[in-house]
């Protein structure tokens, strides 16, 4: 087995922090643009999921009072 200079290992080295910088700066910077976009879209989503969520607890509250009124109409009419 041939030993390894100290050239050879500089040399490797070298190599290894370049591709490093690579990754870095391609890669794990795609990366993070994908992940701010999807970020932005899942608290958009969010937003609008609570939108309609709080709709929704409007309706069914309008409903239940609607409900309870139309009872309390209707014992109101029998006991008269």
Do not use: P
């Not at 994908?34 to 309706?59: A, E, P």
């Amino acid at each position: 087995m041939a030993r390894v200079t100290t050239q050879q290992l500089h040399c490797e080295l070298e190599q290894v922090k370049q591709e490093i910088n690579v990754i870095k700066n391609n890669h794990l910077a795609h990366m993070e643009k994908s992940m701010s976009v999807l970020q932005n879209d899942v608290k958009d989503n969010r937003r609008y999921f609570d939108d309609r969520l709080n709709q929704l607890d409007r309706k069914i509250w309008t409903l239940v009072l609607l409900t309870l009124g139309t009872l309390a109409s209707t014992i109101a009419g029998m006991m008269i």
